[in-house]
């Protein structure tokens, strides 16, 4: 059976970083697409980051520059580095893991993330 477990998120002042980590059990991540999405109060979910298996990225154009996806294989782990959070970055994070043509098969608890102005 596999397992997302999101940790990270909080509170944080505008300008400032915060790391999301998802440690994944079940599987391998190393093997599979990971990715990271997030939905704001009132809003679509949105895509933030995409790595492949391969190591290809991805980012939503509102993010660009400013998050990093990575991955530890060893700790079977798959991290967010977000920098220069703005008020609008405020939303529940979600890690998914194993993408396919209808959207993604696995799916973290979601953490909270708060930017205050």
């Known amino acids: 059976q596999v397992q997302l ?5 909080g509170l944080v002042q505008a300008g400032g970083s915060l790391r999301l ?9 190393s093997i599979r697409s990971t ?10 979910r949105e895509l933030v980051a995409v790595l492949t298996s391969d190591d290809m990225t991805n980012y939503a154009d509102s ?16 991290y967010l580095q977000m920098n220069s959070l703005k008020p609008e970055d405020t939303a529940v994070y979600y890690c998914t893991l194993d993408r396919r ?10 953490t909270q993330v708060t930017v205050s102005s």
Not at 5 to 9: A, K, L, T, Y
Not at 21 to 29: H, K, P
Not at 35 to 44: E, V
């Open 101 to 110: 043509n209808d959207g993604w098969i696995y799916w973290g608890q979601g």
């Open 63 to 78: 993010v660009k520059g400013r998050f990093t996806i990575s991955r530890d294989n060893a700790k079977n782990t798959v």
């Open 5 to 9: 477990v999101e940790s990270g998120g």
């Open 35 to 44: 990715g990271w999405h997030r939905q704001a109060p009132g809003k679509q």
């Open 21 to 29: 980590s998802c440690t994944a059990s079940g599987t391998r991540i």
